[in-house]
């Protein structure tokens, strides 16, 4: 049963303006090492850095009114092995998923040059 979805959309221009004021500081307290790893392979990372950053904010806005609380870093977007985007929570963000029986997280995301969106549904098996 669907019991949440959530969409975002962010200009990539807003994640190369918060790189040029903060630099590792805003990449480090937003993104896993696991996601840098994989942005700085690609071509296009500030692309996949807002596509990733949408992923995350739709995924809180799936959630509902739980935002306080829930760091976009506990909200890991990777890939599979076939490039399929899929989400890892950690910390508050599992706590959460745990104790409201979130079976699943399915997202997608794409980008242009000039935009990056994602939406999120949550799943949960009854």
Same mark, same amino acid.
């Given at each position: 049963?669907?019991?949440?979805?959530?969409? %975002?959309?962010?200009?990539?221009?807003?994640?190369?303006?918060?790189?040029?004021?903060?630099?590792?500081?805003?990449?480090?307290?937003?993104?896993?090492?696991?996601?840098?790893?994989?942005?700085?392979?690609?071509?296009?990372?500030?692309?996949?850095?807002?596509?990733?950053?949408?992923?995350?904010?739709? !995924?809180?806005? +799936?959630?509902? %009114?739980?935002? !306080?609380?829930?760091?976009?870093? &506990? $909200?890991?977007?990777?890939? %599979?092995?076939?490039? /399929?985007?899929?989400? $890892?929570?950690? /910390?508050? +963000?599992?706590?959460?998923? %745990?104790?409201?029986?979130?079976?699943?997280?399915? !997202?997608?995301? &794409?980008?242009?040059?000039?935009?990056?969106? &994602?939406?999120? $549904?949550?799943?949960?098996?009854?």
């Amino acid at each position: 049963m669907i019991i949440g979805i959530g969409i %975002d959309i962010i200009e990539v221009s807003r994640i190369k303006k918060a790189l040029d004021m903060w630099g590792d500081k805003f990449l480090n307290r937003v993104f896993t090492k696991r996601e840098l790893s994989y942005t700085n392979k690609k071509k296009f990372s500030h692309e996949n850095l807002a596509a990733r950053f949408a992923c995350k904010e739709s !995924v809180l806005k +799936a959630f509902g %009114d739980t935002r !306080v609380g829930i760091r976009l870093k &506990s $909200i890991e977007v990777l890939n %599979d092995l076939k490039g /399929k985007p899929e989400v $890892i929570l950690h /910390k508050e +963000a599992k706590i959460f998923a %745990d104790k409201n029986n979130l079976d699943n997280i399915m !997202v997608s995301m &794409s980008h242009t040059n000039n935009y990056a969106v &994602s939406n999120a $549904i949550l799943w949960r098996n009854e």
